[in-house]
């Protein structure tokens, strides 16, 4: 459950469904760093829960931007990205070419890089468009950047 304030102001996007998906993820990698450092186990399961736990959130933004009429190509396009390669990391963990502590210090820098840059620059636009989930119509798509992959 997501209570507002146990992120850091500098990961909140001011957008409650987004914080909260955010902070569901970086919980997910907390208690899977307790898992793999602390109890040497890799719950390769859960693993795959939290790359579904991306996909999701993921595919949130994107609907928000659908819905604000927001040209989402180039950050989807880094979602789709990132997928792929998450899921080509986790292979590598499974196959012992890349170790658990590894990919998810990866997998937090990343998110954080994202938020940090590409979200906020998404939230950005979507709060200039006067964005109202109530309404959720637009006349035109607007170019909404993303900053990289």
């Known amino acids: 459950m997501y209570i507002p304030g146990l992120l850091p102001e500098a990961l909140l996007v001011d957008l409650p469904e987004v914080d909260a998906q955010h902070e569901d993820i970086f919980n997910h990698i907390d208690s899977l760093k307790t898992n793999c450092f602390e109890l040497s186990y890799v719950p390769i399961d859960e693993f795959g829960k939290l790359i579904d736990k991306f996909a999701r ?18 950050h989807a396009r880094i979602h789709t990205d990132t997928l792929c390669l998450l899921h080509k990391a986790l292979g590598e963990v499974i196959n012992g070419g890349q170790d ?4 998810l210090r990866y997998c937090e820098y990343w998110f ?12 950005s636009v979507l709060q200039s468009r006067d964005f109202d989930r109530s309404s959720c119509s637009s006349a035109h798509r607007q170019p909404c950047f993303a900053a990289q992959a």
């Open 57 to 74: 959130h993921f595919a949130t933004e994107e609907r928000i931007a659908d819905e604000a009429g927001l040209d989402f190509t180039d």
């Open 100 to 103: 658990a502590h590894s990919f």
């Open 112 to 123: 954080e890089r994202h938020i940090s840059e590409d979200d906020r620059l998404f939230i």
